[in-house]
């Protein structure tokens, strides 16, 4: 069989063959209302595992799943009911954007009511305390017998959303609630005259992770195994809060499934080509860490590439490298030559450094994420142009990867 570069014709052909079109469908279908955001462990996440391995499957693809276990993944089962005021004046604040439950929450569905004080200086007993900003939390727990519960400031996005996080602190003793910067200094100006009403509807659960694998081509011996990897869950939804994660990481599912579908056709016999579609990223790579842990073990030593993010370029892809990479870098490096995109070392904080850990050569592939971990990570914000720039630079690097590293610049050539 003809390697896998091929001619100049034959990589054209290849790289034209990829589709924005199916990859923004993707997308769509994977953000979408069935799918419930695709936390680890929920019924949506168990849909968006059907989907994608009919999919696999469909492409021609030996598809697996793989259970791991998950312990104590947040879960904000009913959305707060937090309102605030001075005298007999009240103002109710909206759950995701003035105010949201912090991750070290202990979980109180009753709603307390008590006076406002500032943490480190009032008297805590039957108050909320309001943590002034540059106070972390960890010195705001110094004093607080018997206190309603803390009030922390935190960023909100340019949409004025407060994002979700999965991967964090341990619950603490005391119901903890944020405050987006504009609320938060109002509310702390009414210390000693205001009170706050508020719960923290936040459950911890155990859960399954599960892996999908997919083999292309026959079982045999190869020279050279490349896996594609994206991780395929979400933050989740939230009561009355849609987190469809079209950027994070629909988008870099989309990618190696169009790769996967372009590559699949050409395989030669000396290239090995598989896919894992991770789960449990979201609450610190726990999906990469039990697959990096497998190959490690069973000997394995795949090429890794895996996308996260493809949801709008800024001028040039974020690459980032680690274990024994040197080779598989020289190939993106040409890759990125071939497809005229440009690539910059930059933080990929994700799957990858779960395989470069474990002594793998390993890429992450980030380009962009609009709405991180909020209702504004739509489809909508996802760039067709992006989607089909870093699944272009994909198939040209696995296809790439078959000629001797000597061959290489003889391939292609050295032009941008």
């Given amino acids: 069989m003809t390697p896998a570069a091929g001619p100049p014709a034959a990589m054209a052909a290849r790289l034209a063959a990829v589709s924005a079109r199916r990859m923004t469908t993707s997308v769509a279908a994977l953000a979408g209302d069935d799918f419930a955001g695709r936390r680890v462990g929920t019924q949506g996440g168990a849909a968006a595992r059907a989907w994608l391995a009919d999919h696999l499957t469909a492409l021609g693809a030996r598809v697996d799943t793989d259970v791991f276990p998950v312990r104590a993944v947040p879960d904000i089962y009913a959305a707060p009911t937090v309102a605030w005021g001075v005298g007999a004046g009240s103002a109710d604040l909206t759950f995701g954007r003035e105010v949201s439950i ?115 081509g026959p079982p045999s011996p190869r020279t050279v195994e490349l896996l594609l ?90 690459v980032e490298a680690g274990g024994p990479a040197h ?24 799957d990858n450094r779960r395989y470069g850990a474990a002594g793998l050569a390993a890429v992450g592939i980030g380009a962009g994420m609009a709405g991180y971990h909020s209702p504004a990570d739509t489809p909508d914000r996802v760039d067709p142009h992006t989607l089909t720039a870093i699944a272009r630079l994909v198939v040209a690097t696995v296809s790439l990867a078959a000629p001797a590293p000597a061959t290489l610049s003889s391939s292609i050539g050295d032009k941008r």
């Fill in 102 to 216: 912090h991750p070290a929450s202990a979980d109180t569905i009753e709603v307390r009511r008590g006076l406002l004080g500032v943490a480190g200086s009032d008297e805590p007993t039957g108050r909320w305390l309001v943590v002034p900003a540059g106070m972390s939390l960890f010195d705001a727990y110094r004093d607080t017998r018997g206190a309603a519960g803390l009030l922390l400031s935190r960023a909100v996005d340019a949409d004025g959303w407060q994002y979700t996080t999965l991967a964090g602190p341990d619950p603490g003793p005391l119901p903890v609630l944020t405050l987006d910067p504009r609320t938060h200094p109002v509310v702390l100006d009414a210390a000693g005259e205001g009170w706050m009403s508020a719960n923290t509807p936040l459950r911890r659960a155990d859960a399954t992770g599960v892996n999908i694998y997919a083999t292309f």
């Fill in 229 to 318: 990897t994206a991780h395929y869950d979400g933050v989740g939804d939230h009561p009355g809060l849609r987190q469809p994660g079209a950027s994070d990481n629909a988008s870099g599912v989309a990618v190696v499934l169009e790769a996967a579908r372009v590559l699949s056709a050409v395989l030669p016999d000396d290239l090995g080509l598989s896919v894992a579609l991770l789960d449990a990223e979201e609450i610190g790579a726990l999906g990469s860490a039990h697959h990096s842990s497998q190959l490690r073990d069973g000997g394995g030593n795949p090429l890794v590439i895996n996308v996260d993010g493809a949801g709008r370029l800024d001028q040039a892809a974020a």
């Fill in 327 to 350: 080779r598989l870098l020289a190939l993106l490096d040409q890759a990125g030559r071939h497809t005229s995109l440009a690539l910059t070392a930059g933080p990929v904080a994700s």
